[in-house]
């Protein structure tokens, strides 16, 4: 080899030095391939199945009761080896594993993630009639790009609360047998004057109208009762027995109809409604149900109302996350204050995957990329830090051997460029508890949108690394 001057060699010594990157395919062996694809599998049924945070509680409620886990009830005395779960309003879940070792000293560990994700919901009095088209009016949920959720078919999921306290179960739109519904855009001929608006403004909250129905109750008799609106009332009366009123206990959604696909000619990626955070919340799920070892007393907490603040009784900042370590301690006679300081936390939540299609809004060194593994995010939050736990080094460093220890690929980033945006996780509830607590989760491309793309090799990264986290 001619070297020039100015040349210089990079040894390996030089390259050891260096902090690079790991593409999980670009290294998987044949066995880790054929993982890394069947995992995706089951974790696309579940999606399909779990688009909502009481679909996805009964889901999780169910695999549990089949593990052999017991309800969790206050007052009950836990032993080593019990697994209990908690299931909070159908829409928050607790399953806990205890293990052998004092919790006292050893604390607990933690995996925290949600299962709600950004969707349209139905306002209390939604029913209206307007020339000729009755529609539904509709309040957001979580944080949507509202342009992005025209023109697509929506299902409509949740349940009604009848007078009599009888609850109506509702998941229309998902099977070829039901309808969807629907929430119109303008046509590229007409949108001249929608156009030069901003792209936040184009649709406007209350533009969010859904589309229920076209045909006027011909049976009425008289001509003014002749309206779609009342067509409508009667289905839903002879369908499932609600009334125009039972609308104002009922919890409604309207959530993308699409199904979970793989994405590319080579499949390395999924597409799918709400892997923020369905994606981490299963790969949790499924890491405690599949973990054999018994030394850590294991909780995973699948959260709901993240998209909105972690507000309420189902809401990561609920006193029952405390209520249920306090109940733990009270079995074993300990300190909760011990074991909560001697606890660790994964919060598990998505995060902003590089996107070669938007790369200004990231900094390339401290992004997360498709396919490199679990991403951490030591801090979140925005305009300098504000509003993130900021875990400590001694924490990342904890799991930095940890994951090493068990051949865990990860990453690390930020969530987009300093002063581009920002956004917040769940992790700073539990951080506040005097738990170590840091971000991990799965790098997402288009986050929020009714379909958002997911490498199957980070699933499975992700999964691992609970596995390394719990054992
Ligand atoms: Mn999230
Ligand atoms: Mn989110």
New binding site residues.
């Given amino acids: 080899m001619n070297l020039n001057k100015g040349d210089f060699i990079v040894s390996d010594l030089v390259k050891n030095l260096m902090y690079k990157r790991t593409n999980v395919y670009e290294q998987a062996d044949e066995k880790l391939m054929t993982s890394i694809f069947e995992f995706a599998e089951d974790y696309k049924e579940f999606l399909d199945s779990s688009k909502t945070e009481r679909e996805a509680c009964e889901y999780v409620v169910n695999a549990a009761k089949e593990q052999g886990y017991q309800p969790f009830e206050f007052g009950m005395q836990l032993k080593p080896g019990d697994r209990i779960y908690y299931n909070n309003r159908g829409k928050n879940v607790y399953l806990i594993k205890i293990g052998e070792e004092n919790i006292a000293k050893d604390g607990i560990r933690i995996v925290a ?2 299962i709600d994700s950004p969707r349209i919901d139905l306002k209390q009095v939604p029913l209206y009639e307007s020339d000729g088209i009755a529609l539904g009016k509709t309040h957001y949920y979580g944080g949507l790009r509202k342009y992005q959720w025209t023109a697509i078919p929506l299902a409509l999921h949740g349940v009604v609360v009848r007078m009599d306290g009888s609850v109506v179960p509702v998941k229309i739109g998902e099977d070829a047998n039901t309808p969807a519904f629907y929430i119109s855009d303008l046509l590229p001929h007409l949108s001249a004057k929608q156009n030069r608006k901003a792209l936040s403004e184009a649709i406007g909250g209350e533009d969010l109208n859904i589309w229920f129905g076209n045909i006027p109750y011909q049976a009425a008799e008289n001509k003014e009762d002749k309206t779609v609106k009342n067509n409508i009332l009667k289905i839903l009366n002879e369908q499932y027995r609600i009334t125009e009123a039972d609308f104002l206990s009922a919890e409604l959604s309207l959530v993308p109809a699409f199904k979970a696909m793989d994405i590319g000619f080579d499949r390395a990626l999924v597409g799918g409604y709400g892997h ?2 369905r994606v981490c919340s299963y790969a949790a799920q499924k890491a405690i149900f599949d973990e054999a070892s018994d030394s850590h007393t294991v909780m995973v907490i699948l959260a709901d109302k ?2 909105i603040g972690s507000e309420g009784p189902t809401g990561m900042q609920s006193a029952l996350f405390t209520d249920l370590v306090d109940a733990l301690c009270d079995s074993f006679g300990v300190s909760s204050a011990a074991v909560r300081a001697n606890s660790k936390c994964i919060s598990a ?2 995060t902003a995957a590089y996107d070669p299609n938007f790369p200004d809004v990231c900094e390339k060194e401290n992004s997360v990329y498709l396919s490199c593994g679990a991403g951490m995010m030591k801090f979140t939050g925005a305009r300098g830090k504000s509003g993130s736990n900021d875990a400590d080094a001694e924490y990342v460093g904890f799991l930095r051997r940890l994951f090493d220890e068990y051949g865990v690929i990860w990453q690390t980033g930020e969530l987009g460029k300093v002063d581009a945006g920002g956004g917040g ?1 769940i992790a700073k509830y539990i951080a506040n508890l005097n738990i170590d607590t840091v971000d991990l ?1 799965v790098p997402v491309i288009s986050m929020h949108s009714p379909y958002e793309v997911i490498s199957k090799a980070d699933l499975y990264e992700m999964y691992l690394a609970f596995r390394a986290f719990i054992q």
């Fill in positions: 993630s949600h923020d955070d993240e998209e939540d998505v996780t989760g």
